[in-house]
């Protein structure tokens, strides 16, 4: 499970966010590309853009399912 006092300082505002549990997979960037990025130097994927419709919200759910380690966090904000 994420833990939001470890999220990334990169991650957008909002409900969604990436923790430091994050092992650089790809899947979420996958998933939803127009949320999740990667930092480049850091090695670590975090939420660029909080989705706004319940169809991007779907798909920000189904990145933070499928994760592997459990990275990603909804603090239903």
């Known amino acids: 499970m994420a833990n939001k006092a470890e999220k990334w300082k990169e991650n957008a505002p909002g409900k969604f966010y ?10 979420c960037r996958e998933t939803a590309p127009n ?6 130097e850091g090695g670590y994927s975090f939420v660029h853009k909080q989705p706004t419709t319940e169809e991007e919200t ?3 759910m ?7 380690v459990e990275a990603i966090g909804n603090d239903g904000e």
Do not use: K, M, S, Y
């Open 35 to 40: 949320f999740f990025t990667r930092h480049d």
């Open 58 to 60: 779907a798909l920000c």
């Open 18 to 27: 990436v923790d430091q549990q994050c092992i650089d997979c790809d899947l």
């Open 62 to 68: 189904e990145a933070l399912e499928g994760c592997p």
